[in-house]
């Protein structure tokens, strides 16, 4: 019985160093396969080695550097972190992890291993040039063109790919002198190449940033209120206002027209008309055709002055409505990856073409000074009248307030915007009974 036991540890033992030697054999067959570039071979062997010896990191290695290389980038990654993980001192491997994060879209993991490869290998071409397409996705376009010409220079291989995206982040940044410069270097470095003809072709486009835009919008839509009117005749109770309901249909439309862009200035206008049309209280339809412009000055990399003058007319029912001119001062302002920012003041004014009261004048008298006691006849005025200029709704309409707009990125898989803001207001009408002041916040 002893000897029975003692048989089958010997075999087993033996069992398990034939399978380390099978493993050391296929990892070493793996490893001179990659050396040849054949990685479909030397992937299938490296995977069996490490069936065989799940710690073995050299293994590993070879599956995911093999993966890299057939840009098989989603399966690259197990490998490449187990490899990391059963041995963390294994030179280069956070630049891989890098690569094939970034190529899946795994931002902010690829951001970690280049931060991480940045202090392993402070002078690896690769690991500038994937900081380069990290920040170029972040629009930091200055800084990636830096990380760019930086991967250039460290490899003359990477030189053409490094700068052809030089010129390209160049070009975002509308420097045109660089952008020019590096694409011409990549023509002179690697005639006749793919690269070559792709920096060809950005040269081509190379003054896109500065043609005019133009651009249209329309919309449409549709809605139902359940109190159109709104209004109440000598309204002593609340179930004396109307509640009239109707459905509507609303469009609106715009054209944009640049006619002057620079890198310095940005000029133009935006003709629109807006309107609604309601199923049955068609004496509530609004037209509101309106005009607005701009004129941007860039004071530096990150903000914009602007400068936007605008002014409409309005009709209710065929009738003339209001009319409204003025304009906004902002200040817009990039911060890189916690968004963009815009401050600003408005002033508009409105002037209203129809009457606040249309009932007959009043058998009642008022006093303009207030002082009933002591009033003369020149005093006096139907009471009417004075609603009718308490109700005076023209005005002045001045406010202020700040926007925040974050852009929700790749990592959380949408692509939209966070815009969250505050505006103070005050109306100042010629009316005591429509002058106001307003506050508002919003997040969304």
Known sequence: MRFGVILLAVLMAAGTAWAADEARVLR??????????????????????????????????VEGR???????YERAIEPLESAQRLDPTIKGLHADLATAYFQVNRKRDAGRALD????????????????????????????????????????????????????RAWQEDENRERAQAALEQVKAQAPGSTYAEQAELALTRLDEPYLPHR??????????????????????LPQSISDESDGRGHWAADFGWEFVRSPKWSMGIVPAYSGDAHLE???FNLHYPNISGWIDRRLDEESVLRLRPHVGFATRSGDAYVTTGGGELA???????????????????????????????SKFYSCISGNVLNCSTEQLEPLDARVARARDRDGVNISAGYEHRIQLGPDTQLDSDLRAGFLGGHYASRGEEYEHDEVKVWLG
């Open 331 to 361: 200040y817009l302002r990039t911060f890189g990856k916690a968004g963009d920012g815009r401050l600003f003041t408005d002033v508009t004014g409105n002037d209203y073409h129809f009457n606040t009261s249309s009932k007959p004048v």
């Open 66 to 72: 093999c993966a890299l290389v057939l840009n098989e």
């Open 116 to 167: 991480a490869a940045e202090q392993e290998s402070p002078d690896d071409a690769r690991v500038a040039l994937y900081r380069g397409l990290l920040l170029l996705e972040e629009a930091e376009h200055e800084a990636a063109a830096a990380e760019f010409e930086r991967a250039a220079a460290l490899d003359s291989d990477l030189g053409p790919l490094a700068g052809y995206f030089a010129g």
């Open 215 to 236: 651009w249209a919008k329309f919309q449409a839509g549709m809605d139902f209120d359940s109190n159109v009117v709104l209004l109440g005749d000598n309204v002593a």
């Open 281 to 283: 209280l068609s004496r």
């Open 28 to 61: 070493t067959s793996a490893e001179q396969l990659a050396a040849q570039n054949r990685c479909d071979e030397a992937m299938s062997r490296a995977r069996r080695a490490r069936e065989l010896a799940p710690g073995d990191a050299r293994a590993a290695l």
